[in-house]
């Protein structure tokens, strides 16, 4: 007969409730959804239509340079290339801070975040990222080649850009 250690009911109640909140954890990250690529919104953000719904996803670890920032447009048109009127499969992340869903996006056979990178049209988002990613030797190897926004004397990461604009919008 199997005897299970008695612990006081407060450490048991504590014990419960911290596996119920980690399989809440597993079950949001990592859970996988399918669907058409619907709108391309910029380059490292679409959208898919999932049972009727529209999912906004943003490309987790990366972050492609703002539409009105040198390579911005070009950024979306890579994507587009790759997903416009495609099936796309995500691997939720979780969530970003305006609510969409971070995900490693496959369009067809192509891993669209890495893709992104190796054509230049990303940074890769060390926040974010964990070390050892093969995206960070993507992003080396696109600075080498000078493709995409490398070919920019001094190209600004988006992370920055949103901070210069902040700072200029403020009177």
């Known amino acids: 007969m199997l005897h299970l250690v008695q612990l006081p009911r407060v450490k048991m109640r504590k014990l419960m409730i911290l596996?119920?909140?980690?399989?809440?954890l597993t079950n949001?990250?990592?859970?996988?959804?399918?669907?058409?690529?619907v709108r391309i919104t910029d380059g490292d953000t679409l959208t898919l239509r999932v049972d009727g719904k529209d999912v906004p996803v943003h490309l987790d670890g990366i972050d492609a340079p703002e539409l009105d920032q040198p390579y911005g447009k070009s950024a979306r048109r890579s994507?587009?290339?790759?997903?416009r009127g495609k099936e796309a499969s995500v691997v939720e992340r979780g969530k970003d801070d305006a609510g969409r869903a971070l995900g490693a996006v496959r369009c067809g056979d192509i891993?669209?975040?890495a893709e992104q990178v190796r054509r230049g049209f990303a940074w890769v988002h060390l926040r974010y990222l964990p070390l050892g990613s093969p995206l960070y030797e993507f992003e080396a190897n696109a600075r080498l080649r000078g493709v995409g926004l490398w070919r920019a004397a001094e190209p600004v990461?988006?992370?920055e850009w949103r901070g210069r604009a902040q700072k200029a919008a403020k009177p």
């Open 79 to 83: 994507l587009r290339e790759l997903c």
């Open 157 to 159: 990461p988006p992370w």
């Open 111 to 113: 891993d669209v975040n």
């Open 28 to 37: 949001a990250a990592g859970a996988e959804f399918k669907g058409p690529v």
């Open 19 to 24: 596996f119920a909140l980690g399989a809440g």
